[in-house]
């Protein structure tokens, strides 16, 4: 990085770079579940195979 090009862009690209790990953390505790929203699916996964 350049120097001397003034503290503004830094701080700019500070926050981006924390959304972005703020948005791939949340996606990935949606995946796993943390949330809730996948809890049933998971569920019907591990029940239909005992069905057969």
Same mark, same amino acid.
């Given at each position: 990085?350049?120097?001397?090009?003034? %503290? !503004?862009?830094? &701080?700019?690209?500070?926050?981006? =770079?924390?959304?972005?790990i703020?948005?791939?953390?949340?996606?990935?505790?949606?995946? %796993? !579940?943390m949330? &809730?929203?996948?809890?049933?699916? =998971?569920?019907?996964?591990?029940?239909?195979?005992?069905s057969?």
């Open positions: 990085m350049a120097e001397g090009e003034g %503290g !503004g862009s830094t &701080g700019v690209v500070a926050v981006l =770079v924390i959304f972005v703020v948005v791939v953390l949340a996606f990935f505790a949606y995946r %796993g !579940g949330f &809730g929203g996948r809890s049933t699916n =998971v569920d019907i996964n591990i029940k239909t195979p005992a057969k």
